[in-house]
């Protein structure tokens, strides 16, 4: 069978990985409505896209210096978050192909919470969940649970480890056919049939059995980049979730996880690369280069600049915008927790195609993209930069929007249409 691209759809407000999406003038502003994600997810499923992908953070965003206002202020990425899980119930219910990927945190959460949340999603969507596995390092991330020890990088996944562990025994703990309701007899369950895990580890105790039967296990993303992160996307994921904004960085990634898949024993091409992207499509090349330029009139100079500190690990408090960031970065040698979206790597080209790049800059060109790659052009430009991509490097996409739900829209109106007719995505309801 062909190889298909899987199209994901990023759900992150009000700002994406695009920080000023809120403010693009076909935007939606109001990220509370109910029917803004049904309606988004009945689009989404009508035009082909396989997941809504929604990312998580248990605090809002702030800056390096810990400062939160800014950002939030200016509605950047992530300023209004909801429960992924809650986020995607609704969906599931207007849908019926559409898959939806939750990202929940293996150091926040419980086993028994994830286990039993994800299996009552699964249950609702008949088995169409996908849950990205995070260990949510970095300062911004704990704030809100500063009362529970801190974890360093290495216990962060340990953790992570068991709490997968414990999540496939209680979805195993009910085996088929447990369930029988027989009126007749009275037996509702048989209980030679379910099971107590009797887990007692480093991090928890948890006796079992769980209180509702599995409907299959949801597919299992990981997106960590560390050698830990990669070990952990290698033993358990099927797709890997990367933010990086070279071809030869996203088949780095790949190659490795599955060089350490198959040291484990699992076959390399189960593991599959989803890589986020920002298109900016236009009914020409020029009206899609002009869109493209006015997107980086709309990010805010602070909030970017809180975003570019929070990201490089750099103090920019007493900074002017108007500053060269080279020599700001030579005097602090500072590095943050996390490079969660190769930054670094971004910066490095960004500071090779121009070395006297001014503070500003730098942020309004971080917060314009979160350096993932920007596609510019045509409906099929876009095609085509997708195709390269697709047959070099990576197995799908994760569509990040300039402006919410239109990016969407254009997409699946102009582009899926496209991808179709290549013989690139699955045609309607047949699998990938
Ligand atoms: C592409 C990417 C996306 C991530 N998305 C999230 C997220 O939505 N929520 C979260 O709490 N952590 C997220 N993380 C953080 C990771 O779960 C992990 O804690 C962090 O990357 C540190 O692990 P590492 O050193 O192995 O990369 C993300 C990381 C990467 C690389």
């Known amino acids: 069978m062909r190889r298909h691209m899987l199209l994901s759809a990023y759900v992150l407000t009000p700002g994406s990985h695009f920080g000023a999406m809120w403010r693009h003038p076909y935007s939606e502003t109001d990220f509370c409505d109910r029917e803004l994600y049904e309606n988004l997810a009945r689009s989404l499923d009508r035009y082909g896209f396989d997941y809504a992908f929604v990312p998580e953070s248990l605090a809002v965003p702030m800056g390096d210096d810990g400062v939160w206002q800014t950002m939030t202020s200016r509605g950047a990425s992530g300023a209004i ?51 990205n596995i995070v260990t949510s390092a970095g300062a911004s991330n704990a704030i809100n649970f500063a009362h529970l020890t801190s974890l360093d990088h290495g216990d962060l996944y340990e953790r992570a480890e068991e709490v997968l562990t414990v999540c496939h025994d209680l ?93 484990m024993g699992r076959s390399p091409q189960d593991i599959r ?32 600049r809180s975003y570019l500190a929070a990201m490089l690990g750099l103090d920019l408090s007493g900074a002017s915008g108007d500053a060269p960031l080279q020599p700001i970065l030579e005097s602090q040698h500072r590095r943050p927790a996390v490079d969660a979206g190769g930054t670094q790597a971004w910066l490095a080209k960004l500071l090779d195609a121009k070395p006297a790049v001014s503070v500003d800059d730098a942020a309004i ?49 102009a582009v899926i249409p496209e991808l179709r007719a290549r013989g690139l995505v699955a045609s309607h309801h047949q699998d990938h």
């Open 365 to 413: 060109a971080l917060s314009a993209s979160t350096g993932t790659p920007r596609l510019v052009g045509t409906a099929a430009d876009v095609a085509d930069q997708l195709q390269a991509l697709f047959e070099d490097c990576c197995d799908g996409f994760v569509i990040t929007p300039t402006h919410f739900p239109g990016t969407f829209e254009e997409f699946g109106r």
């Open 81 to 131: 978050r909801h429960d992924p899980a809650l986020l995607v119930s609704p969906m599931i219910g207007v849908t019926q192909r559409l898959r939806f990927t939750v990202t929940l945190s293996t150091t926040f959460m419980e086993p028994y919470h994830l286990a039993r949340t994800l299996s009552t999603l699964n249950h609702f969507s008949k088995g169409r969940m996908a849950w």
């Open 273 to 304: 690369l989803m890589a986020a992207v920002q298109p900016v499509i236009g009914e020409t090349r020029d009206i899609a280069e002009a869109r493209a330029a006015h997107l980086d009139t709309l990010v805010a100079p602070d909030a970017a």
């Open 171 to 263: 979805w195993s703990s009910w085996d088929e056919g447990a369930l029988i309701a027989d009126k007749q007899s009275g037996l509702y369950a048989r209980a030679d049939k379910i099971r107590q895990i009797d887990h007692k580890g480093r991090h928890f105790d948890i006796r079992g059995p769980l209180t509702l039967p599995c409907r299959g296990n949801p597919t299992l993303m990981a997106a960590g980049v560390s050698p830990r992160g990669r070990d952990f996307a290698a033993r358990w994921a099927e797709v890997i979730f990367a933010i990086q904004n070279e071809p030869a960085a996203m088949r780095e990634l790949r190659d490795d996880v599955r060089a350490r898949a198959a040291r």
